[in-house]
């Protein structure tokens, strides 16, 4: 059991790159995580880490290592799990990885009502800045990605879809008229979101059974999705924007933009490593695929007034893998 629990630390600092961040994460003194791991490498005759005073990387050996051991602990957490009755009580830290700040605006309402239904959670939220980032970062339990999904040797389960639609500031439209068909959109200022290493994408639109793809350059190109609502509502131009705006249009800040339009559906994904979950984010993904069903709305209405409900079954993840 030592051992094993040096490994659990081993693999949180190989994740996090870092013994205060590890000891953080698992509410341990840094004095604890760097003496137990010291007693690892003692234990298999080999240095796992090298130290610096920024960072800390694996070593060749420490690679091969934190590839067996991470699996071992994933499996040792989920045991014990299941011993405690974890199960139906999830708890403990739940590190999320959002990859696109709208994509938080629209995930918030059902982040709010998970932490309500289960009290003993506790939320590391990570967001990054690009819509669709290649990778999430190494320290985290499950990555919300939208759109396509890089081939890979993660696990993905579709969790729903997402449709952005288009808004500009009111200001702008008075000043430059507002289109009155997809086609116009040549004649404006538009606001373009940008994938990692790529252009922004054409509005492919959809409405009243009609579809049309705007490929016209975006004036405005930006990889961060709060970013394309603030230059909207500061009158730069039409974007594309997915949740809520509805405070915005009531605070005079927005308007609908071709509001018989929207854009293709944005596909949401839950990426984990393995399939191998605890409870506490097997419990999260199937919540958020509940929530993003259109379906499940009324039922939503009548159960989440209560809080400590169990799990959905141990059933785990049904999940597909890429690549």
């Not at 009111?170 to 086609?183: N, Q, V």
Request: contains cysteine; aromatic residues 6%.
């Amino acid at each position: 059991m030592k051992r094993l629990h040096g490994m659990e630390l081993f693999a949180e600092v190989a994740k996090a790159h870092s013994f205060s961040r590890a000891a953080a994460a698992l509410g341990v003194p840094p004095s604890t995580v760097s003496r137990h791991v010291a007693e690892l490498e003692r234990s298999v005759g080999l240095r796992l880490l090298n130290r610096s005073t920024r960072r800390v990387e694996l070593t060749e050996a420490g690679r091969l290592y934190f590839e067996r051991c991470r699996r071992i602990v994933a499996e040792a957490e989920v045991a014990h799990e299941e011993l405690r009755g974890q199960l139906e009580v999830p708890s403990g830290p739940l590190r999320i990885h959002v990859s696109a700040a709208y994509a938080m605006d629209a995930m918030l309402p059902a982040l709010a009502a998970f932490g309500k239904r289960y009290p003993d959670i506790r939320f590391h939220m990570s967001l990054a800045g690009t819509l669709c980032g290649d990778r999430a970062p190494e320290a985290c339990d499950v990555s919300i990605r939208f759109g396509g999904l890089p081939d890979s040797s993660n696990v993905a389960r579709r969790l729903g879809a997402l449709r952005a639609r288009l808004y500009a500031s009111p200001d702008y439209l008075a000043a430059r008229g507002a289109p009155d068909a997809p086609a116009d959109r040549a004649g404006h200022d538009c606001i373009g979101l940008r994938t990692a290493g790529s252009q922004a994408a054409p509005w492919d639109l959809q409405g009243a059974g009609e579809h049309q793809v705007v490929s016209a350059p975006h004036r405005y190109c930006v990889d961060d999705a709060g970013m394309a609502e603030r230059l909207a509502v500061l009158g730069a131009g039409i974007a594309a924007l997915g949740g809520d705006m509805g405070a915005r249009i009531r605070a005079g800040e927005l308007a609908s933009v071709l509001p018989r339009w929207s854009l293709s559906p944005i596909e949401v994904h839950a990426v984990t490593e393995t399939r191998l979950l605890p409870a506490k984010t097997r419990c999260f993904i199937d919540f958020l695929a509940d929530y993003l069903d259109p379906s499940a709305a009324s039922a939503r209405a009548d159960g989440l007034a209560g809080t400590g409900a169990v799990c959905s079954g141990a059933a785990g993840l049904g999940a597909t893998s890429k690549g």
